[in-house]
């Protein structure tokens, strides 16, 4: 699982507050001895908590997270307790506040989106791409392997995968297996994965060489279709589908025969939120 070090999250501390608190220095509550309840609003696979906590304690209060992340919480759910002076309290809270409405809300997404994929096809995997805030790649993996996700694809250095973009550049000239040859010379221990837009073009590549076929914006029936040739022409080809899947329709392309679903839809889910209370210790 994914981790947050401390250089980060002091960054994201200091980013916030980067010199004084003015509003709780200016009540002149900042030495005051307190403590905050963080429950969840509304039902969440939990995420962040751990990092949360360590935002705390770099604060110099002390912090005690009530579950895990990857908990399945209720509405109502104790998340993390903490207590510390009143200006290591607030100025922590916000933030690691906000990094768990937000990676929960991922994780909870991605969560649902997995246990769609389960029902067609209980050995069909998710994978998420790299479709999410650019720079923020971390916390997105950690909020999708929380929900039960992988990442597809980490960066263009770890993973070889032809889009129609690159074979538009390609010499016409040559046949396309040469060029896929070509490729899998140069990574050899990488899997060859291209993408296709029709049953017609994602066959044409089986037989050129690709070892993954990730089909974009096919429909569940034409992945079903594509399955069944795939048996006769590539049988141990890994088939990926990719562009639109959803919770609402993931369970349907994992019945229609795709070993992977590839979708950023996680990424876009809303906040999952977290009610944060007050007290003087």
Not at 6 to 14: F, N, P, T
Not at 107 to 116: D, G, H, I, K, N
Not at 208 to 228: C, H, N, P, T, Y
Request: aromatic share 4%.
């Amino acid at each position: 699982m994914t981790r947050i070090g401390d250089d980060e999250l002091i960054g994201i501390l200091q980013d916030d507050c980067p010199f004084a608190d003015i509003t709780t220095e200016g009540l002149g509550i900042g030495r005051v001895a307190a403590g905050l309840r963080m429950t969840a609003r509304h039902d969440m696979v939990l995420c962040g908590v751990e990092e949360a906590a360590r935002m705390f304690v770099l604060s110099g209060a002390n912090a005690r997270p009530a579950a895990d992340s990857g908990a399945a919480l209720a509405a109502g759910a104790l998340v993390l307790e903490a207590e510390g002076t009143g200006a290591a309290l607030h100025r922590t809270y916000k933030m690691a506040q906000t990094l768990m409405e937000i990676l929960s809300g991922i994780a909870t997404a991605t969560q649902a989106l997995v246990e769609a994929a389960r029902r067609g096809n209980p050995h069909c995997r998710v994978a998420c791409t790299r479709k999410h805030m650019p720079g923020m790649k971390r916390w997105a993996i950690r909020a999708i392997e929380t929900g039960g996700a992988a990442p597809h694809r980490l960066g263009l250095s770890d993973y070889v995968l032809v889009f129609e973009e690159h074979r538009a550049l390609l010499d016409a000239g040559v046949p396309l297996a040469e060029h896929l040859a070509r490729l899998k010379r140069s990574a050899p221990e990488r899997r060859l994965t291209v993408e296709a837009h029709s049953v017609e073009e994602a066959l044409t590549l089986a037989r050129a060489g690709a070892e993954v076929l990730q089909v974009d914006k096919l429909s569940a029936a034409e992945v079903a279709a594509l399955r069944r040739e795939l048996s006769q022409v590539a049988p141990n080809l890994l088939l990926a589908a990719a562009g639109g899947i959803n919770a609402a329709n993931a369970e349907a392309y994992a019945a229609a025969g795709a070993d992977i679903l590839v979708t950023s839809a996680p990424y876009y889910a809303p906040p999952r939120d977290v009610k944060v209370t007050f007290a003087k210790a």
